[in-house]
């Protein structure tokens, strides 16, 4: 039962940056991939990165360069560090992790799925 609880939304001005941080909670043997989604009103939900657990890391086009995610294993926290931020990036921003329970499920390659509940990011003109 892994629960994702997400905090770093907010307003700022074109040009500015924000930091977004996703914390997980509970116990889980590894992750296969966690990933940053964002949906703009009247858009369609968008993978803006993902991160696996080999520690590539891949961003949409529109994102490459400005937006950067890490992960803190102390902390069992992933982050989107976004920096000179468009007004075309407000929207609601998603935490998602895909996990492996135990050691069985992860041979299995059956994974599990987390989702946070979201946080907006509105970025000012």
């Known amino acids: 039962q892994v629960q994702l609880v997400e905090s770093g939304g907010g307003l700022v001005q074109a040009g500015g940056s924000l930091r977004l941080s996703c914390a997980a909670s509970?116990?889980?043997?590894?992750?296969?991939?966690m990933g940053w989604f964002r949906q703009a009103p009247g858009k369609q939900r968008e993978l803006v990165g993902r991160m696996t657990t080999f520690g590539s890391i891949q961003y949409v086009d529109s994102v490459k360069d400005r937006f950067t995610i890490s992960r803190d294993n102390a902390k069992n926290t992933w982050y989107l560090q976004m920096d000179s931020l468009k007004p075309e990036d407000t929207a609601d921003y998603y935490c998602?992790?895909?996990?492996?329970?135990?050691?069985?499920?992860?041979?299995?390659?059956?994974?599990?799925?987390?989702w946070g509940k979201g946080t907006l990011v509105t970025v000012s003109s």
């Open positions: 509970g116990s889980f043997f590894s992750f296969r991939d």
């Open positions: 998602n992790l895909n996990y492996f329970a135990d050691i069985s499920r992860a041979r299995q390659a059956d994974a599990m799925a987390a």
